[in-house]
């Protein structure tokens, strides 16, 4: 009996100090130390809590693609936007100066030509109104401009002068036009002014009572009389010209 009893007691004292230390250990504070029942260690219970970090903001990713515009690049065009122009007049007094007073000479051809090919024309324009040519959009190179001295039957007296004064020609070597002295073109070249002093042939008319007295006409060049007619030669402008009359005294 009494052995049952101090078995009684002695658990009851095991759960005691269960109890005990239980209720110990929910009071302790965090980071204290206490000691064993039995003395012997120090027992060092530190809670260690983390604080939770706050997550870091990452920036917010574009839910939508940006879409770039492609670049268009635009072709390179070449443009040729050049030309060559000038007038033809009736130059009356062979001066070579485009006075006022004279007239245009208008819906007559003009041309073209490569520099080294004054043959074949590369371009053919007709005078306006106003004996205004144009010629434009040539491939870049060394061009003269040409004008013969017939056409479509009519004809003209090539400039007499050369190149001097308002007219910009000169006989060609064979003698068939006028030509420019040679014009340098490249893309954008804009020349103006190449003109021509074109003329008439000189009209020969009969003068009233106009009297030749030759004392001897075998004597004078150029003039010769036989059976009452005369005829007079002479030389002008590199033409040459002849009249011819009737005449009851010498």
């Known amino acids: 009996m009494r052995m049952k009893q101090k078995r009684r007691l002695g658990l009851n004292r095991v759960l005691c100090m269960a109890l005990t230390l239980l209720m110990m250990v929910s009071l302790i504070p965090m980071g204290a130390t ?45 443009t040729v936007t050049n030309s060559i122009s000038g007038v033809l007049w009736i130059d009356a007094n062979t001066d070579g100066i485009y006075d006022s007073g004279e007239s245009p000479l208008a819906d007559y051809p003009v041309y073209l030509y490569a520099e080294d090919d004054t043959d074949n024309a590369v371009q053919t324009a007709t005078t306006d109104a106003d004996g205004k040519y144009l010629f434009e959009d040539m491939e870049p190179g060394r061009y003269v401009v040409g004008i013969k001295a017939e056409e479509n039957g009519t004809e003209y007296l090539l400039p007499l002068m050369g190149v001097q004064n308002d007219n910009k020609f000169y006989v060609a070597p064979d003698y068939s036009k006028v030509i420019s002295n040679p014009i340098d073109i490249d893309a954008d070249a804009v020349v103006e002014d190449i003109d021509a002093a074109m003329r008439t042939s000189p009209v020969i008319q009969p003068r009233a009572a106009y009297t030749i007295n030759l004392a001897s006409p075998t004597a004078v060049t150029g003039v010769t009389y036989a059976s009452n007619v005369l005829t007079f030669t002479t030389a002008a402008n590199g033409n040459t010209y002849t009249i011819t009359g009737t005449t009851s005294t010498v």
């Open 34 to 78: 206490f000691a064993s029942a039995t003395g012997e260690e120090e027992v060092s219970s530190e809670v260690i809590q983390t604080e939770e970090s706050e997550p870091s903001e990452e920036p917010e990713e574009s839910t939508e693609a940006e879409e770039s515009e492609p670049e268009i690049t635009e072709p390179e065009t070449t």
